[in-house]
Structure formats: structure tokens, C-alpha cells
């Protein structure tokens, strides 16, 4: 299937690691011209490196989006690389293990600064250009504790279901502009977090016995953790052309943990 990306434009932020590196070699197989985004520079170049190997265009902008100056620089650079942006991905975020009674007020403010207000930023910055040009996709990466919350990381599952809520009024206000705004919610996902985390464990390091081991955090349906290709090909199908019908929705891949028909 084509899927129409060739030649487009992407920045995808927080894609040194994990989901947005997944997010932003795969955009990149498809044809698509990607800015890789992050806070280590290093990091960043090793991603622009696999994709330009791997026969992909990439480029690189570093910069904390969770301030103004970092948002107003990794824009810059982004713009400078390709001229402008078609694909924006908003994946870059936190993700806070504290729990109630420990996080005080101003501990949720922050990873609310960082999970929702970074979206913002470059949704002010970015969207704008997409406008004038009548066609753009706006990705947030959510979560599925957005609509299925649990008792620990409350602050964190408070961001996520502010990520829906404005992906879903985004795409409200672009009604009739060529764009489409959308949020996918991954359940628990093979991070290379989680993989550390099981290298301290001991766990034995075969991929199909830690996805297993990782569901009993949240079991699902499916008895396993995802991976994050398995998001980032959500993701890209959501930026094609193959999904200009689809807008204002909260696409979650979780292997079913959230067990509801809406």
C-alpha cells in the first residue's frame, strides 16, 4: 500500500530512544524527510545516522521543548533543515514513578509543563504553517492510563488524558483545513527503560519472555507488553494520506487493557 508520505516532512520530538526513534526510522523508510529531535545530542546523531544508512533523510534539532527558547530553537532548526513541517509528533514527555502523598502540587505542575505545554508549543509553532499550505497531521503520543488511570504515577495519567482531550479539540478547530489531529495511546510498551530495568532483574533477555513478564504490570487480551514498532506503524498510518478520514480520535494499541467500546 502506498502510503502517499514520500517527500513529507516530520518532526518528531523526544525520538533519541524508544516509541519517537521507532516512530522516526519508520516515517523515514516511508520516504518521509525526518527531524529527530532531543536533548542529547549525541543521541540524536546516532538516530540520523542509522536513518541516512538505512537510505532515509534525517536531520537533527536539539533543544528542550518544555520552555519557550528550547521550543523556539528546535522550530528553527527543524525549518531550517526542510523549509517546513507536514507531520508533527508530539511524543516527548516524562514519566514520573512517584505516586499520591509523595508528588507535591508543584511536582504536577512540572510534568504537566512537560507532558501537555511542549505539545502546545509546537503545535503554536508548526500548525500555523500547515494552514497555509491546507494539509498537515498532528500526532500526540497519549497513553492508556489516560482513560484507564491506576493508583500510582497520578500526575502522569492526568498529562495523558490532557494529551486526548487536546488532540481531540485540535482537530475541532482545523475542521475544514486539510488537518488532522489525533492521539495514540500505547499500552505498556518494551522500552529500552524497561529493558534496563530487567537487565537489573536478571530476566532472562528473550524478548517474548519479558514482553509476557512486562503484561503483569497491565495485563491485556493479547498476554503480552507491545513493542514499539508495533506504535510507531499506528502512527504512521495515522500521517498518511491513507487517513484523511480519520480526526479527533484517541487510537489506542494496548492489546485490549482498556476494556471499553468508546
Same mark, same amino acid.
Given at each position: 500500500?502506498?502510503?502517499?508520505?514520500?517527500?513529507?516532512?516530520?518532526?518528531?520530538?523526544?525520538?533519541?530512544?524508544?516509541?519517537?526513534?521507532?516512530?522516526?526510522?519508520?516515517?523515514?523508510?516511508?520516504?518521509?524527510?525526518?527531524?529527530?529531535?532531543?536533548?542529547?545530542?549525541?543521541?540524536?546523531?546516532?538516530?540520523?545516522?542509522?536513518?541516512?544508512?538505512?537510505?532515509?533523510?534525517?536531520?537533527?534539532?536539539?533543544?528542550?521543548?518544555?520552555?519557550?527558547?528550547?521550543?523556539? +530553537?528546535?522550530?528553527?532548526?527543524?525549518? +531550517?533543515?526542510?523549509?517546513?513541517?507536514?507531520?508533527?509528533?508530539?511524543?516527548?514527555?516524562?514519566?514520573?514513578?512517584?505516586?499520591?502523598?509523595?508528588?507535591?502540587?508543584?511536582?504536577?505542575?512540572?510534568?504537566?509543563?512537560?507532558?501537555?505545554?511542549?505539545?502546545?508549543?509546537?503545535?503554536?509553532?508548526?500548525?500555523?504553517?500547515?494552514?497555509?499550505? +491546507?494539509?498537515?497531521?498532528?500526532?500526540?503520543?497519549?497513553?492508556?492510563?489516560?482513560?484507564?488511570?491506576?493508583?500510582?504515577?497520578?500526575?502522569?495519567?492526568?498529562?495523558?488524558?490532557?494529551?486526548?482531550?487536546?488532540?481531540?479539540?485540535?482537530?475541532?478547530?482545523?475542521?475544514?483545513?486539510?488537518?488532522?489531529?489525533?492521539?495514540?495511546?500505547?499500552?505498556?510498551?518494551?522500552?529500552?527503560?524497561?529493558?534496563?530495568?530487567?537487565?537489573?532483574?536478571?530476566?532472562?533477555?528473550?524478548?517474548?519472555?519479558?514482553?509476557?513478564?512486562?503484561?503483569?504490570?497491565?495485563?491485556?487480551?493479547?498476554? #503480552?507488553?507491545?513493542?514499539?514498532?508495533?506504535?510507531?506503524?499506528?502512527?504512521?498510518?495515522?500521517?498518511?494520506?491513507?487517513?484523511?478520514?480519520?480526526?479527533? +480520535?484517541?487510537? #489506542?494499541?494496548?492489546?485490549?487493557?482498556?476494556?471499553?467500546?468508546?
Amino acid at each position: 500500500m502506498d502510503l502517499q508520505l514520500q517527500d513529507k516532512r516530520a518532526l518528531v520530538t523526544g525520538s533519541t530512544s524508544g516509541i519517537g526513534e521507532s516512530i522516526a526510522k519508520t516515517l523515514a523508510a516511508e520516504g518521509v524527510k525526518v527531524v529527530v529531535h532531543g536533548r542529547r545530542e549525541a543521541e540524536a546523531k546516532r538516530v540520523v545516522d542509522e536513518i541516512t544508512k538505512a537510505g532515509g533523510i534525517a536531520a537533527i534539532a536539539i533543544g528542550d521543548v518544555a520552555n519557550d527558547a528550547g521550543a523556539d +530553537q528546535v522550530t528553527h532548526s527543524a525549518l +531550517q533543515a526542510f523549509g517546513s513541517i507536514d507531520i508533527l509528533v508530539n511524543n516527548a514527555g516524562a514519566y514520573p514513578a512517584q505516586g499520591w502523598f509523595v508528588e507535591s502540587a508543584d511536582d504536577w505542575n512540572q510534568v504537566y509543563n512537560t507532558n501537555v505545554s511542549s505539545m502546545v508549543r509546537m503545535i503554536n509553532r508548526l500548525v500555523p504553517l500547515m494552514k497555509e499550505r +491546507q494539509w498537515g497531521r498532528v500526532i500526540a503520543i497519549a497513553s492508556c492510563v489516560g482513560t484507564k488511570p491506576q493508583a500510582g504515577m497520578p500526575a502522569y495519567a492526568a498529562t495523558k488524558v490532557a494529551n486526548i482531550n487536546l488532540a481531540v479539540s485540535l482537530a475541532m478547530a482545523l475542521a475544514n483545513t486539510g488537518i488532522t489531529s489525533n492521539a495514540v495511546s500505547p499500552g505498556i510498551i518494551l522500552t529500552p527503560g524497561m529493558y534496563e530495568m530487567f537487565d537489573k532483574m536478571g530476566v532472562d533477555p528473550d524478548l517474548e519472555t519479558r514482553a509476557k513478564l512486562a503484561a503483569e504490570f497491565a495485563p491485556n487480551p493479547v498476554g #503480552r507488553a507491545g513493542f514499539p514498532q508495533e506504535i510507531a506503524d499506528a502512527v504512521v498510518f495515522l500521517a498518511s494520506g491513507r487517513a484523511d478520514y480519520i480526526t479527533g +480520535q484517541n487510537l #489506542r494499541v494496548d492489546g485490549g487493557y482498556v476494556p471499553t467500546v468508546n
